[in-house]
């Protein structure tokens, strides 16, 4: 699989990060993305800072900035996740419906008849999709507000001081899954509740 690297800006004396991004996925259409950190860690893919032992150089105050870097990817990382597989699914399903359709269209098929069904099909499958975005924006736009932060801490220290003192919860107290993280699993559990779309009836044919 081709990767191509892209430059992100990153502040003064810190080294130049390189971000691989592969081609388009074939059924959700967007790119995969391997994320870029400061420093390399033993452990490639934590799903939680907190994962790591009291011990660990990965909590001392000295690595702050290696544990915001691992936060910031992974929560890069569980955005797009859950933006693939609401794609992929929703593609699918799209595609999948579209040539039901098309095949329930009866023998002679004119362009007519098939730009009515695909007019029945787009006008249902818009309104039945309707509450399924709704919950996918939503989850989508409350997970950014946690990414838009985490972003600024990277680059103002200032901000990212201020968090440390007057917002983040004691190490204690921190849970293991962050709040944007319990909200797009149950964005995912809502998604996966609704109901699907039932198949079209043939469209009725045109008068002779």
Known sequence: MHLSLVRRGIPRGVRQLHDLVGPPDPVSNLRK???????????LHPYS???FPADSNLTSPDAARVRLDLEWNIARGRMDAFHHSFWADNNLRFHEE?????EAVPAPRTPAMVDAALDVFYREWTDQ?????????RAWHRANRHLLLLAL???HDIINK???????PAEENEPDTPAYAVELERAAELLNQQPRRQQLKPP???PQ
């Not at 993305?33 to 452990?43: F, I, L, N």
């Not at 579209?98 to 098309?102: C, G, Q, R």
């Not at 999709?129 to 924006?137: D, G």
Request: charged residues 30%; glycine residues 2%.
């Open 49 to 51: 800072v907190n994962e």
């Open 98 to 102: 579209k040539a039901a359709t098309l």
């Open 162 to 168: 201020a968090y440390g003192r007057f917002w983040r």
């Open 129 to 137: 999709e309707h509450a399924r975005m709704l919950i996918y924006n």
């Open 204 to 206: 009725p044919l045109p």
């Open 33 to 43: 993305v391997v994320y870029d950190r400061e420093a390399q860690t033993k452990t």
């Open 153 to 155: 801490r990277k680059r």
